[in-house]
C-alpha cells in the first residue's frame, strides 16, 4: 500500500496526473467586483446647467469663428463650472456632453464667419446671461 501511495506521489509531483491534482485543490474564491456608490439625485436645476453647458459650448466655436477676444473665455468658464458643479463623474460627464454637443452643433452648420454667425452669437450670449442670471436668483451663487 506504501508502495502504491509513493508511485501516486511520484505521479502527481512529474505531472502525469495532473487532473488528479487539481481536483484536490480548492477552486478558487468568486470575488465580486465592488459595486459603485450610487450617485446622488441631481440637483433641481440640472436642466438648466445643462442648458447653459450647451450655450458655453456653442458660444465657444461661434466666437473662436469669429475671431472673439473672449473665445478661451468659454472654455475656461466652463472648466470652472465643471470644477464646481461636477461632483461625480457621471455628473461632469454630463455636463461636459452637453458643452461638446452646443459646439458640434454650431460647427456643423456655420464654417465660416458671416453675419448669422455673429448674430447667433449674440442671441446665444443673451440667452446664456439670462440663465445664469436665473440660476443664481433662484439657487444662489
Given amino acids: 500500500m506504501r508502495r502504491f501511495a509513493v ?29 459603485p456608490a450610487p450617485e446622488p439625485p441631481p440637483p433641481p436645476y440640472e436642466p438648466q446647467l445643462l442648458k ?3 450655450i458655453m459650448g456653442s458660444l465657444a466655436y461661434l466666437r473662436t469663428l469669429c475671431a472673439g477676444k473672449e473665445a478661451q473665455d468659454w ?5 470652472a463650472l465643471v470644477q464646481a458643479e461636477g461632483r461625480t463623474p457621471a455628473r461632469r460627464e454630463r455636463l ?5 454637443r452646443g459646439f458640434r452643433a454650431y460647427s456643423l452648420t ?15 450670449a443673451g440667452e446664456g446671461e439670462r440663465l445664469a442670471r436665473v440660476l443664481a436668483s433662484r439657487y444662489g451663487g
Fill in 7 to 35: 508511485c501516486v506521489l511520484a505521479l502527481l509531483v512529474t505531472g502525469v496526473l495532473p487532473g488528479l491534482a487539481l481536483a484536490q485543490q480548492r477552486p478558487p474564491a468568486v470575488v465580486k467586483p465592488a459595486e
Fill in 52 to 54: 447653459l453647458s450647451e
Fill in 75 to 79: 472654455r475656461d468658464r466652463m472648466a
Fill in 96 to 100: 461636459t456632453a452637453a458643452y461638446n
Fill in 110 to 124: 456655420h464654417r465660416a464667419c458671416t453675419e448669422g454667425s455673429q448674430e447667433a452669437s449674440t442671441r446665444l
